[in-house]
């Protein structure tokens, strides 16, 4: 199927197509009545990436609050079972591997290995050492240093100086035993330990983001139907409560004109 045969279908139901737009980041958007396709997606994700954002557009056709609420199994299958979402997310990591989160997870493992590697060199000047605990030597010499600032930020501008005299300074995690010379290894270790566990909250916060993303029902749904035109079989095989009772949805139109859209398929 050619993607200029899906856009000129598309738009003979009064969808507006565009594939000239950046797609707010993505490679396809959708929302109401309009589906725009970034300008810079590659060849081979055209079609799958157009019929993805039209099962969002039938499925908005279902659920007119499906933005807001991200869907529900009830209304896009017309019962409710727990099976929906285990098979839909099967199918999902099929068709995007992004949502196994595969290299988020490596460089969290990574992170954390890092974070081991900080304490124990920590403890080799301070046994008693704890991530769990106040760092009290720390905390007293910390005070008095500009590297207070890079408990908080990686890295940091300083401006000192008189009215007419100002000068600049940038400190940053990379170079802090060049900047501070004097600082003590554990306190230097500590400092990196503590910018490696602000990276590994936000990873964490990256993963859950991405993991309530794709379990959203509408975009379960939408990767399901994508799925379909890639690997109908494959699909069939990884989903086959699901796909049972969708195609026997999609022949009573249910789903109105996808039926068409996947017959040409």
Request: aromatic residues 14%.
């Amino acid at each position: 199927m050619e993607a200029c045969e899906l856009i000129k279908y598309f738009r003979s139901l009064g969808i507006e197509v565009h594939t000239t737009t950046k797609a707010r980041g993505h490679l396809g958007f959708f929302l109401k009545n309009r589906i725009d396709i970034s300008k810079n997606i590659p060849e081979n994700r055209l079609v799958p990436t157009l019929i993805h954002e039209f099962a969002h557009y039938i499925h908005y056709g279902i659920e007119p609050d499906m933005h807001r609420t991200g869907g529900t199994f009830r209304e896009l299958f017309v019962e409710e079972n727990p099976v929906f979402e285990k098979e839909l997310l099967r199918v999902t990591n099929f068709v995007d591997e992004n949502s196994l989160c595969v290299k988020l997870y490596e460089h969290k493992d990574r992170i954390k290995s890092l974070i081991k590697e900080y304490e124990i060199k920590i403890r080799k000047d301070y046994p008693d050492f704890q991530r769990s605990k106040k760092f009290k030597e720390f905390d007293k010499y910390i005070r008095k240093s500009k590297a207070r600032y890079l408990l908080k930020y990686d890295r940091v501008k300083l401006i000192e100086g008189g009215f007419f005299k100002k000068r600049s300074h940038i400190y940053s995690i990379t170079n802090v035993e060049k900047d501070f010379p004097e600082m003590p290894a554990a306190f230097v270790n500590y400092i990196k330990l503590r910018s490696a566990q602000k990276k590994q909250k936000r990873t964490s916060a990256r993963i859950n983001r991405l993991k309530k993303y794709y379990t959203k029902p509408c975009e379960l749904f939408a990767r399901f139907v994508e799925g379909i035109y890639l690997d109908r079989e494959w699909v069939c095989a990884l989903a086959p409560y699901t796909s049972d009772r969708f195609f026997n949805l999609l022949c009573d139109g249910y789903y109105g004109n996808l039926k068409e859209v996947i017959d040409r398929f």
